[in-house]
């Protein structure tokens, strides 16, 4: 009783510190896997050039998990949301774009030598590699055939790093993998399933005629560039 005591009074004050200043004493911003974090690092920088006295917290999530970090009022805004968020009430959210997967595999993988399109018969003999869904009540995974063999990591760059060892196959964002296909370290395969795509939007709690803080606002109108939504979709390493 006494820690929720304490929870509430550090609340007021972070309240009664926004309404003086206007500024959030802390925003939470999660980001999913699939989102590029060098546009991330890039706003984060041009927030700090501000010199506001907000501090951010930047929280990874994956699928369903992106999403139940904003409901549970644990972020203030999340960046990369891929699933249905109809049955949300009071959340505003934007479209970032249609993001592109490709089906990767190593060039030593079996299936790099194959004929294509690989049949969802032929994926079903080979290891995929799959992204943990980072929600406590969800377990969606996406591109798996039933019955395969599934090597399960918790990041997109654990399932990058698979993927590369020859590890296991699977669909990963073209802007991720493309420094690695260039390379030669990966090649793309094409699939008779239908083709990879997420349609990914950002988020944030409270009703459309609530002004938001100065700091969450600063944060929405970057989104609002369709040059910076490009990146989050395509810029995953330093040009």
Same mark, same amino acid.
């Given at each position: 009783e006494g820690a929720r005591l304490l929870q509430e009074i550090d609340a @007021?004050?972070?309240? @009664?510190?926004? @309404?003086?200043?206007?500024? *959030?004493?802390?925003?939470?911003i999660v980001i999913d896997g699939a989102v590029a974090r060098t546009p991330i690092f890039e706003l984060v920088e041009a927030f700090y050039a501000l010199t506001p006295p907000t501090t951010l917290k930047l929280r990874d999530g994956i699928l369903n998990g992106t999403l139940e970090v904003?409901?549970?009022g644990h972020a203030d805004l999340a960046i990369g949301v891929a #699933?249905?968020?109809?049955?949300?009430? *009071?959340?505003?959210?934007? *479209?970032? &774009?249609?993001?592109?997967? #490709?089906?990767? %595999?190593? +060039?030593?993988?079996?299936?790099? &030598?194959? =004929? *294509?399109?690989?049949?969802d018969e032929l994926l079903l003999r080979h290891r995929m590699v799959a %992204?943990?869904?980072? &929600? #406590?009540?969800?377990?969606t995974s996406f591109g798996l #055939?039933? &019955?395969?063999? @599934?090597?399960? %990591? =918790?990041?997109m760059q654990a399932k990058l790093e698979a993927q590369i060892r020859g590890i296991g196959a699977g669909f990963l964002p073209r802007g991720m993998v493309?420094?690695?296909?260039d390379a030669g370290l990966l090649v793309t395969r094409q699939v008779q399933r239908a083709s990879r795509n997420l349609r990914l939007h950002y988020?944030? +709690?409270g009703?459309?005629?609530r002004t938001p803080g100065r700091a969450l606002q600063w944060w929405l109108t970057q989104l609002e560039s369709p040059a910076t939504r490009k990146a989050l979709m395509e810029n995953h390493h330093r040009q």
């Open positions: @007021v004050a972070h309240r @009664v510190k926004r @309404v003086a200043t206007g500024w *959030e004493p802390q925003l939470t904003l409901t549970s #699933v249905n968020t109809s049955n949300v009430s *009071e959340l505003q959210t934007r *479209e970032i &774009g249609e993001m592109d997967f #490709v089906f990767a %595999v190593a +060039p030593h993988h079996p299936l790099a &030598g194959l =004929d *294509e399109p690989l049949s %992204v943990a869904d980072s &929600g #406590v009540r969800s377990n #055939v039933n &019955g395969q063999d @599934v090597l399960t %990591v =918790d990041s493309q420094a690695y296909l988020a944030w +709690p009703p459309a005629h």
